[in-house]
């Protein structure tokens, strides 16, 4: 009986050792995003020339990839592609009850509410998120943030402030390409390739495009930046054990990333139109 309860007593001392690393973890997590928030108008003012190279190689990346025009352009594709999916399926889901005449309806409801934030977060974290996890954890490896330290540069303003300033500068921009290029796929699809009329394409869409409902698409566009920015960030500052670690990092980031993106939709989109549809439709 002795040995059984101190069985018991090493198995619960052991996890409640693990729940108190877990809590040391998650604070120090949300004190790195913190710290890393509160710098970034300083990191702007003190290091306007980094912050700019940051937004130039974001926007339309760096080397070989910026033979496609980076970021940008993956966001573009990835939209194009979504909206002219919306489009297909909406003219042949609606054609079947005799209504594809709505197809501009769903376009301009489904692109702005769900499928522009989600897809767009997606693209922001296996493109710019990805990214910076694996520049500032090969930075960490090769231990130019310790010589940053050692020149009397606070670190996390230089490396991981500028990052995310140049992503909150670069969002806006991004984000309003990615709207327009899932409405003209949408339009393209459903005028050009199945034939109807562009004034009835055009009545249905500029009827149920709410600028509020693109307001809000926004709003959510750029707390998807900063969550990804600040996650992939993270992970690279506090990356370990050589090049196979950065690696790790980077997908650990990806999916920590993505999964919050899903949730900030959801979230978002249930408080916004969980009650209300925001629109009437009537025959």
């Known amino acids: 009986m002795y040995i059984s ?105 489904i692109n702005v509410r769900i499928a522009a934030p989600v897809i767009a977060g997606i693209a922001l974290s296996a493109t710019l998120g990805a990214g910076a996890t694996a520049q500032i954890g090969a930075m960490r490896i090769a231990e130019e943030i310790d010589a940053l330290e ?42 050009v390739i199945f034939g109807q009329s562009s004034g009835l394409y055009d009545h249905y869409f500029s009827t149920f495009l709410n600028p509020v409902d693109v307001m809000w698409s926004f709003i959510q566009a750029i707390l998807i930046a900063l969550l990804v920015m600040v996650i992939h960030t993270h992970y690279g500052f506090t990356a370990s054990g050589g090049p196979a670690g950065v690696g790790s990092a980077v997908g650990r980031a990806v999916r920590m990333s993505l999964i919050l993106v899903v949730l900030v939709v959801l979230l978002v989109s249930l408080a916004l139109y969980g009650g209300n549809g925001n629109f009437h439709l009537s025959g």
């Open 150 to 191: 050692s020149m009397a540069i606070r670190p996390v303003p230089y490396v991981v402030s500028s990052r995310i300033a140049a992503g909150m500068i670069t969002i806006v921009p991004l984000y309003a390409l990615a709207l327009a290029a899932s409405f003209v796929a949408g339009r393209f699809t459903t005028v």
């Open 5 to 109: 309860d101190t069985g018991k007593f090493v198995h619960a001392r052991r996890r409640l050792q693990r729940w108190d690393a877990a809590i040391d973890a998650l604070g120090a997590r949300l004190v790195f995003y913190g710290k890393a928030i509160v710098h970034i108008p300083g990191a702007v003012v003190s290091h306007p020339g980094e912050a700019l190279r940051l937004v130039a190689e974001i926007s339309m990346g760096s080397g070989a990839l910026a033979m496609i025009g980076g970021t940008a352009a993956i966001v573009g594709f990835m939209t194009l592609a979504t909206g002219s999916t919306i489009a297909i399926q909406g003219y042949s889901s609606l054609g079947n009850i005799g209504i594809e005449a709505l197809t501009g309806f769903l376009s301009a409801f």
